[in-house]
């Protein structure tokens, strides 16, 4: 078999599980961002805004939570009512901790999109325009 030819699974879930893992790891909270709009999710709409929802996937906020290839389960309370969250793996659009919002992980997927991505300048992070040379580098006493 070619090597070309290989077709991968995604990675998202893989990147879902260690990211929640390091998260939790570091006495964090995971908050997941998800796509409600996302065929299949099942979440309780009072709770979305805009088409989205953040969801707190912290040991001490679910109860039963499956994180498998195609799908993310667990039960929660909204506002003191229990409830079961299904969230295809593809709805979710990033991942962090609550307490550093400013600091997502963005997934990307085939039915995710990398809002990162339109504001990396990949010309300006690879010095595009620049002429190779040596470094300025200054020597302070």
Do not use: C
Request: charged fraction near 25%; glycine fraction near 6%.
């Amino acid at each position: 078999m070619e090597k070309d030819n290989v077709s991968l699974t995604s990675n998202v879930p893989y990147l879902i599980r260690a990211i929640r893992d390091w998260v939790v790891d570091n006495g964090l909270t995971p908050q997941l961002l998800v796509n409600a709009k996302v065929e299949g999710v099942q979440v309780p709409i009072r709770f979305v805004k805009d088409g989205r929802i953040v969801l707190n996937i912290d040991t001490n906020a679910v109860v039963d939570l499956y994180l498998g290839d195609d799908q993310i389960s667990f039960k929660t309370r909204f506002q003191g009512q229990s409830m079961e969250v299904l969230l295809p793996v593809s709805s979710v659009m990033a991942i962090y901790p609550l307490e550093k919002p400013d600091q997502p992980f963005v997934l990307q997927d085939g039915t995710t999109r990398n809002t990162q991505e339109d504001r990396f300048d990949h010309k300006q992070a690879h010095g595009a325009g620049k002429k190779p040379g040596r470094p300025n580098l200054k020597l302070v006493e």
